[in-house]
């Protein structure tokens, strides 16, 4: 028969258990804690192999309420409350966790001195059984309640350090070098080799654990590359970075991050319809990064690919992929912008002048130089006549005294133009990217 001593909690353990010569156990004075123990440790093993002290005194507990036929206290939903959230914060599965309770409730149950003696008293087992399942019940939840906070608390700590990784390798920092190579390999980023970066700009901002976000996540693993990309957002844009080792892995990054993507206008596909239907990103743009070695590489690939889309605005390109390494000349153009100046007021400067100003002819220059020097194509994209454009040609060679048919003349207002745009020429000055 059971005494206080043996079921008071927290007086040294566990109470206990004892085996008879017929194989069952009953609950003695004599041997309390080993008994309880070991009944604690079964539980633990049939639950996954868990720590036993995760049950927090909760077997003597439900002994001592049984036999005063009460309720958890406040301390005690505290301790199981405890004992979930260093459950969550030791990766142990709550499915786990309650299993490993209520298994030892079970377990316990046919031990109880009130079903023990169930023939002389079945009231006693009716009381004994409610107190159980009360206890069970209240304990559950405390366990469940303190094992959801933690996990909150632990993914929150996650996404403010992976937040801090991101802006550490995207914009540099105090951090920035130390110990990043270790830290990217948390995430799976190896910084040895080359890497790149892509950004996606679109009418709806990308979120992290978007369904978007996840489709593009499981479609570009496996690109050809050293190490399955990293994806992530910044500023409502979505950030790709990967090792590029040659430039087949950045042209097979880029093709499934399109074939992602909504459909141009006019397009179609599969993949497109789906994502659509998922979350529709609107109209988008996508930049690349040239591909530099190791941390600080990461860093100016994502420069590169923000100066590619300040170029397009400033060029005013509507290109929907744009690709740094295509921007070289304009990097160099842009390095002395006083030689710059000086170079579009030279050469387009005289086309202030003219009638309707310098705007009109600027762009029928782009158009030509887009159309590869073919009047009729570059007509079409103006919704000019042949006529009209060749007319506009003649006056830009009056004013400027630069022949388009002469390799050298071309040269002067094709760079013209270019600088133009970049410096924002002829309408107010304005710094040119850098």
């Not at 009109?360 to 006529?387: I, K, Q, W």
Request: glycine content about 10%.
């Amino acid at each position: 028969m059971l005494s206080e001593a043996s079921v008071r909690p927290g007086s040294g353990g566990q109470s206990a258990l004892a085996s008879q010569p017929e194989g069952g156990t009953v609950i003695t004075a004599q041997a309390p804690d080993p008994a309880l123990e070991l009944l604690a440790r079964t539980a633990a093993v049939a639950a996954g192999g868990l720590d036993p002290d995760l049950l927090a005194d909760f077997l003597p507990t439900v002994l001592a309420l049984v036999r005063d036929h009460s309720r958890v206290r406040r301390d005690d939903l505290r301790r199981f409350a405890d004992a979930g959230r260093s459950a969550a914060r030791r990766g142990v599965a709550l499915r786990a966790l309650v299993e490993l309770y209520l298994s030892s409730a079970w377990r316990l149950w046919p031990q109880l001195p009130e079903v023990q003696g169930a023939g002389s008293d079945p009231a006693g087992v009716v009381r004994a059984g409610e107190t159980v399942l009360r206890a069970c019940d209240e304990a559950v939840a405390a366990l469940a309640e303190g094992y959801q906070l933690a996990r909150r608390e632990v993914m929150r700590e996650q996404a403010t350090a992976r937040r801090e990784f991101v802006d550490d390798l995207l914009i540099g920092g105090a951090r920035t070098g130390v110990g990043m190579i270790d830290r990217a390999a948390f995430y799976g980023l190896r910084l040895a080799g080359p890497q790149a970066v892509v950004v996606v700009t679109a009418a709806r901002p990308f979120a992290d654990g978007s369904s978007v976000t996840r489709t593009i996540e499981r479609s570009l693993h496996g690109a050809k590359a050293d190490a399955d990309p990293f994806v992530t957002t910044k500023d409502g844009s979505l950030v790709v970075i990967f090792a590029a080792p040659d430039r087949a892995a950045v042209d097979e990054v880029r093709s499934r991050l399109v074939s992602q993507l909504p459909a141009a206008p006019g397009g179609s596909g599969a993949a497109n319809v789906r994502l659509e239907r998922i979350a529709p990103v609107g109209e988008w743009r996508l930049a690349i990064g040239r591909p530099h070695p190791g941390p600080d590489g990461v860093r100016m690939s994502y420069e590169d690919a923000r100066d590619a889309f300040r170029f397009a605005r400033r060029l005013r390109s509507h290109q929907q992929i744009l690709d740094a390494s295509d921007l070289l000349l304009h990097r160099v153009l842009a390095r002395d912008e006083g030689a710059l100046r000086e170079l579009v007021a030279d050469v387009l400067g005289p086309l202030v002048a003219a009638r309707g100003g310098a705007e009109p002819l600027l762009a029928t220059l782009e158009a030509y130089f887009g159309a590869a020097g073919n009047a009729s194509a570059a007509a079409r994209d103006m919704h000019l006549s042949v006529r009209a454009l060749t007319y506009r040609l003649d006056r830009i060679r009056t004013l400027t005294g630069r022949d388009l048919a002469d390799p050298a003349g071309r040269l002067e207002l094709q760079t013209s133009v270019l600088g133009a745009r970049l410096i924002g020429w002829p309408g107010s000055p304005r710094p040119v990217p850098r």
